[in-house]
């Protein structure tokens, strides 16, 4: 434990000592900073460097929660803090599941979270991968210019202690690139613009696959280009690995246990049922050092595990925090979340990835006589009801003919249901790629998917 680290517990330490008879008491320090930087033709556009720390309690008492927080570490502050949250108890509604996470014997899994290389990497040096970026991905293709090109990174410091016996600290940081490229083809009333993305995470920039980043948003700008509207019929589609990852961000709101034990879930009761093809095995694994979001903890301090969701098709589980597993009657799976030190824990998927399988996208298009390669869709949150499942969104993609990649087409819509598209899953990718977000992507294969175009 580093002496910063040290002292974020030893004030969580102190807060709860303070508790009084029939209080439980849970304080969460935290302070961390973050670096943004963009970059146009060449000059630094933007660039943030901000830090913040806190401190966030909970106390819980007769089955009421108060809850309040400060942006310091000041003692008097942290006095007031507690003082505040004592009193917002009584504006609380007395919830029988109120209550405090209580330790449950799973061990943390030892994790390289913290990178000194990136600690202590330059500002200078910062500036200069974005620009970088820019050059690599402007390099790549006449038609293409480079919208923006950025660097990211964050650290955090971390300390929870609680009167139920949680007692966890640690610290963890990370960073990426993006570019965001345009497409330009065509003069006058027959000019058309297309749009591409690229990225690259890492613990360190060492890590970064700068090249990769470029080409990438290069051909997604590109491939786009001319396209046109596509007639309506039913298709086998093939998922990118983004898409993909954007997919499973939607199928985590439905394996929430917050939202199953709401009623606001499409699979509410039905635990133990085959909800997807036999191909298909979700697994949230926050403990896979290749996820940019691993941890070792969750947001109340229990040991972050592997967690399989579905099984070979079978719903096996859903993620519980401590609160929504009381509600479910079960335990908490250790996923708990928390944005920071002024929000109380909610809960989610950390880190969600399907098994891959063993294929490449290539070798997956060439067995496709019709089919579609979506490279993009839009309107995912406002299409998808993942309560009912109704699942409609805007693509764009490429078409796919006997086994090759072919005109690329957009201003369609794709439609099925979340649980007839588990079920059509016809092949997981083995092209496994890890995002700067809590799902990772591969390709993926659907079968009879409503394409509504022309």
Request: with cysteine.
């Amino acid at each position: 434990m580093s002496d910063t680290v040290g002292a974020l517990q030893a004030i969580a330490d102190r807060v709860i000592e303070q508790a009084r008879p029939g209080e439980q008491i849970e304080a969460f320090v935290s302070r961390g900073g973050e670096t943004e930087v963009r970059v146009y033709q060449g000059e630094v556009e933007h660039f943030v460097s901000a830090q913040s720390e806190g401190i966030g309690i909970r106390v819980i008492s007769d089955g009421r929660t108060g809850f309040a927080y400060a942006g310091t570490l000041d003692e008097a502050a942290i006095a007031e803090v507690l003082a505040d949250a004592r009193d917002n108890v009584q504006f609380g509604t007395v919830d029988e599941y109120a209550a405090l996470a209580e330790p449950d014997g799973v061990s943390p899994t030892e994790q390289a979270l913290w990178n000194d290389a990136l600690a202590d990497y330059p500002t200078d040096e910062k500036i200069a991968r974005a620009q970088d970026l820019e050059r690599l991905a402007s390099s790549h293709d006449s038609r293409v210019r480079v919208d923006e090109a950025n660097y990211a990174d964050a650290w955090g410091e971390a300390a929870v202690a609680s009167t139920a016996g949680i007692r966890q600290s640690g610290r963890e940081n990370g960073c990426y690139v993006s570019v965001a490229t345009l497409a330009d083809e065509g003069e006058g009333a027959a000019a058309e613009t297309q749009t591409g993305f690229g990225f690259s995470v890492g613990r360190e920039p060492g890590e970064f696959d700068l090249e990769r980043a470029a080409r990438e948003a290069s051909e997604r700008a590109t491939c786009l280009l001319g396209a046109t509207k596509p007639s309506s019929r039913r298709v086998t589609v093939v998922l990118d690995p983004f898409v993909t990852a954007q997919f499973l961000g939607v199928i985590s709101s439905t394996l929430n246990g917050e939202a199953v034990v709401k009623g606001r879930s499409l699979f509410t009761d039905r635990l133990g049922d085959e909800v997807a093809a036999a191909s298909v095995t979700l697994v949230d694994d926050p403990t896979n050092p290749k996820a940019y979001t691993s941890t070792d903890v969750d947001g109340e301090g229990l040991a972050a595990r592997r967690n399989v969701l579905i099984e070979n098709g079978v719903l096996q589980q859903f993620v519980h925090n401590s609160y929504s597993a009381r509600r479910a009657g079960t335990v908490s799976t250790g996923n708990a979340t928390r944005g920071g030190f002024a929000g109380t824990p909610g809960v989610g998927c950390l880190a969600l990835s399907l098994v891959p399988g063993t294929r490449s996208q290539a070798e997956i298009v060439a067995g496709i006589d019709d089919g579609l390669l979506v490279q993009q869709m839009q309107g995912l949150h406002s299409g998808v009801n993942p309560i009912s499942g109704d699942f409609s969104t805007g693509a764009a993609g490429l078409l796919i003919t006997n086994g090759a990649v072919g005109a690329p087409v957009r201003e369609f819509t794709i439609a099925s249901t979340l649980q007839r598209m588990l079920l059509d899953i016809v092949e997981v990718g083995g092209d496994i790629d890890w995002l700067p977000m809590r799902s990772a992507g591969m390709s993926l294969v659907i079968d009879n998917i409503t394409m509504s175009g022309a």
